[in-house]
């Protein structure tokens, strides 16, 4: 008599390691976004460990390539293949010729890359605001693109990357672009993040009918990461005091990436579809706890929030 197997559950200090344990992704194919540094790049360890064909989709293809060489030199004989693509997020043709490169299924897209809280404005050569355009506009011309890729694969997994901020700002319709409002780096990064949960929401509805689930993360507070180079830390906890919002304890980038790499690729979340995850569960609605924010907000989360920020992303993107 076989022994029943207890569910594998993770939290929030679970490990890239602990959570591929005993996956074997040998003959899926992987992106993932913004792999020449911090949790893209573990992620993408993660993925080519458990045997995924895994492309590190890049601004910089030097840096690219020097992050291929040193997992190739790590990861076991057993692990998948590294390739290196050129993708410039605040470039629609780099996000255009990426997709026209691409031939054949796709299993698992990380929407990872993403820039927080330049200091000034400034705006892509199509007009629109760099945190807006960068962390959910490309992504959104790069996953649309990529769908019939993702559609081929028979149950492709997508999970874009949110954050703690997007409870600075839902995204505001009226100014996406901050042309009749003072530019707030905050404001702007915390749009930025809502808009990449709504993406993951609404792309949930419209592609359940091609086997394609996704979801948003929040990797937590992974302070090893070139995430804050427009500000030092003592800022960074400056302006989480002022939004009152609980800066969770800091990870790894290996429990940073944890959640990424379980909803891309863990059998335990098999199905799972338009949620918001953090700390390799799903996240608790918005609520203070212990005197500060945390959770998801509603807005981050809201179906109709979600279609009209599809059919914005669509015109804009044309
Ligand atoms: N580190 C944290 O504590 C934390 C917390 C919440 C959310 N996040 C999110 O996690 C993701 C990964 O961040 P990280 O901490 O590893 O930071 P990181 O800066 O090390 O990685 C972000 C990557 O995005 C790339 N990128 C930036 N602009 C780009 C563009 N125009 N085109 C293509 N790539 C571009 C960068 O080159 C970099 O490799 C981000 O989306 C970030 O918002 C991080």
């Not at 458990?50 to 020097?66: E, K, Q, S, Y």
């Not at 031939?103 to 330049?118: D, F, K, R, T, Y």
Request: net charge negative; with cysteine.
């Amino acid at each position: 008599m076989s022994t029943p197997q207890t569910p594998r559950t993770f939290g929030a200090t679970s490990t890239t390691a602990e959570v591929i344990d005993g996956v074997d992704l040998h003959g899926r194919r992987a992106v993932v976004t913004g792999a020449s540094s911090g949790i893209g790049v573990e992620t993408a360890r993660a993925l080519a460990a458990a045997g995924a064909d895994v492309t590190l989709a890049v601004r910089d293809t030097d840096a690219g390539a020097r992050v291929a060489a040193r997992l190739e030199a790590e990861l076991p004989p057993t692990s998948g293949k590294l390739t290196v693509g050129r993708l410039d997020l605040s470039d629609r043709s780099t996000v255009a010729a990426f997709v026209t490169a691409w031939s054949g299924p796709l299993h698992i897209l990380v929407n990872n890359a993403g820039v927080m809280a330049p200091p000034e404005i400034s705006r892509t050569a199509d007009g629109r605001e760099w945190q807006f355009a960068v962390n959910h506009l490309g992504h959104f011309a790069l996953a649309t693109g990529l769908h019939p890729a993702l559609a081929a694969a028979n149950g492709a997994r997508v999970v874009s990357l949110s954050s703690i901020g997007h409870l600075f700002s839902p995204v505001v319709f009226d100014d996406l672009d901050y042309r009749y409002r003072p530019y707030d780096p905050w404001t702007s990064y915390g749009q930025s993040k809502s808009a990449t949960s709504l993406f993951a929401i609404g792309a949930a509805e419209r592609w359940a009918d091609d086997g394609i689930t996704t979801n948003a993360v929040m990797p937590g507070n992974v302070g090893a990461t070139s995430l804050g180079r427009n500000m030092d830390p003592q800022q960074v906890a400056a302006v989480i005091a002022a939004g009152e919002l609980a800066l969770p304890p800091e990870k790894s980038v290996e429990q940073g990436a944890a959640t990424s790499v379980l909803m891309a690729a863990s059998p335990t979340v098999e199905g799972v579809t338009g949620r918001y995850y953090e700390d390799c569960a799903e996240a608790k609605p918005v609520a203070e706890r212990a005197g500060a924010v945390t959770g998801v907000a509603p807005y981050a989360l809201d179906r109709d929030n979600a279609a009209r920020l599809w059919t914005v992303s669509e015109a804009f993107i044309r």
